[in-house]
């Protein structure tokens, strides 16, 4: 990857989050506490885990004519982020998560898309030159499928590297994966897309190597607490992550992706730039909340050097 700007394509909401012991049964009501509402959206918070994490980047979304669609569009600013490509659209609410994260930090959430349907392929012609002088496009599955689709089109007929996450977890046309360098999916986003369940090195060594057949040079499968399966060019091993206490794990998949690809686009060799994406990880779920938890690069940089000390 040649050294250069980064563009996210992708969600924005606002997350509603509550604490509670369990995860209630149907027809249960648990008690929960530590209510919170704090920005995020996969899109949102890999484009704040790159802009605080060092990279030149633009981020192509859409937020509704709301107030906290205008609150979202400065705090995304004042992340080292470009939001000239972020709109407000009429008559539309901002994206909406409702979030419940247990006792073990585990998590479950719902989404209304709001805004995020707007992100349609026409909306994407106004802002494509963004992708055309790009080194990098980042996305996941929050957006319209054929608007992803579309910006893969674009980035991949100028040699623009493509990285996709395909979260959440969906099965996925061909005519997308061909045109895909890199892709980092979790075990169920691995499983989804390959029909292999990924419980141990072996099945993910299986996966890699089917997402490899439809013409992905890179995949990255995301482990949890125990790193990631890389492989390249068919050969596999695992990158291991670093061991933290989690408090909540929203948003850790986002901040691994954020600051990956601007490790990358600094040259660094992917085993270095996998690590300093497990750095950031490992520091997001130790704080609550999505884009609250993301570090910034100083942040990240401290922690390497403490274990490295």
Same mark, same amino acid.
């Given at each position: 990857m040649k050294t250069g700007k980064l563009v996210v394509l992708g969600s924005i909401n606002a997350d509603h989050i509550l604490? /509670?012991?369990?995860? *209630?049964? $149907?027809g249960e009501t648990v008690i929960g506490k530590q209510y919170t509402v704090a920005f995020g959206g996969k899109g949102a918070n890999q484009a704040v885990a790159a802009g605080r994490s060092g990279a030149d980047i633009s981020f192509i +979304?859409?937020?509704?004519d709301d107030d906290i669609g205008e609150r979202v569009r400065k705090q995304l600013a004042s992340d080292r982020i470009d939001t000239q490509p972020i709109e407000a659209i %009429? =008559?539309?609410?901002?994206g909406v998560a409702l979030i419940?994260?247990?006792?073990? &930090?585990?998590?479950? /959430? &719902?989404i209304d898309a709001g805004a995020n349907k707007a992100v349609t392929p026409e909306y994407l012609?106004?802002?494509k030159q963004q992708i055309i002088s790009a !080194? +990098?496009?980042?996305?996941?599955?929050? !957006? *319209?499928?054929e608007t992803v689709i579309a910006a893969a089109k674009i980035a991949k007929d100028n040699d623009t590297q493509v990285i996709l996450n395909p979260a $959440? +977890?969906?099965?996925? $046309? #061909?005519?997308?994966?061909a045109r895909v360098d890199m892709i980092t999916p979790n075990e169920?986003? +691995?499983? %989804?897309?390959? &029909? /292999? %369940?990924? =419980?141990?090195?072996?099945?993910? #060594?299986?996966?890699?190597k089917v997402l490899h057949d439809k013409g992905i040079a890179t995949v990255i499968i995301t482990l949890g607490s125990k790193g990631v399966w890389l492989s390249q060019n068919g050969e596999g091993k695992l990158v291991a992550g670093f061991c933290v206490k989690a408090v909540d794990t929203i948003a850790a998949g986002d901040t691994f992706n954020g600051a990956l690809v601007t490790a990358l686009l600094e040259g660094k060799m992917m085993d270095c730039a996998i690590r300093f994406a497990h750095a950031a990880a490992a520091i997001a779920v130790t704080r609550p909340g999505a884009q609250p938890s993301v570090p910034w690069r100083k942040e990240i940089d401290d922690f390497l050097a403490q274990q490295e000390a």
């Amino acid at each position: 990857m040649k050294t250069g700007k980064l563009v996210v394509l992708g969600s924005i909401n606002a997350d509603h989050i509550l604490n /509670i012991n369990h995860f *209630p049964q $149907p027809g249960e009501t648990v008690i929960g506490k530590q209510y919170t509402v704090a920005f995020g959206g996969k899109g949102a918070n890999q484009a704040v885990a790159a802009g605080r994490s060092g990279a030149d980047i633009s981020f192509i +979304a859409c937020v509704g004519d709301d107030d906290i669609g205008e609150r979202v569009r400065k705090q995304l600013a004042s992340d080292r982020i470009d939001t000239q490509p972020i709109e407000a659209i %009429k =008559d539309s609410t901002t994206g909406v998560a409702l979030i419940f994260v247990n006792a073990e &930090g585990e998590n479950v /959430i &719902g989404i209304d898309a709001g805004a995020n349907k707007a992100v349609t392929p026409e909306y994407l012609d106004r802002y494509k030159q963004q992708i055309i002088s790009a !080194s +990098a496009l980042l996305m996941q599955l929050e !957006s *319209p499928l054929e608007t992803v689709i579309a910006a893969a089109k674009i980035a991949k007929d100028n040699d623009t590297q493509v990285i996709l996450n395909p979260a $959440p +977890a969906c099965e996925l $046309p #061909d005519e997308l994966l061909a045109r895909v360098d890199m892709i980092t999916p979790n075990e169920t986003e +691995a499983e %989804k897309l390959t &029909g /292999i %369940k990924v =419980d141990n090195n072996e099945d993910a #060594d299986r996966a890699a190597k089917v997402l490899h057949d439809k013409g992905i040079a890179t995949v990255i499968i995301t482990l949890g607490s125990k790193g990631v399966w890389l492989s390249q060019n068919g050969e596999g091993k695992l990158v291991a992550g670093f061991c933290v206490k989690a408090v909540d794990t929203i948003a850790a998949g986002d901040t691994f992706n954020g600051a990956l690809v601007t490790a990358l686009l600094e040259g660094k060799m992917m085993d270095c730039a996998i690590r300093f994406a497990h750095a950031a990880a490992a520091i997001a779920v130790t704080r609550p909340g999505a884009q609250p938890s993301v570090p910034w690069r100083k942040e990240i940089d401290d922690f390497l050097a403490q274990q490295e000390a």
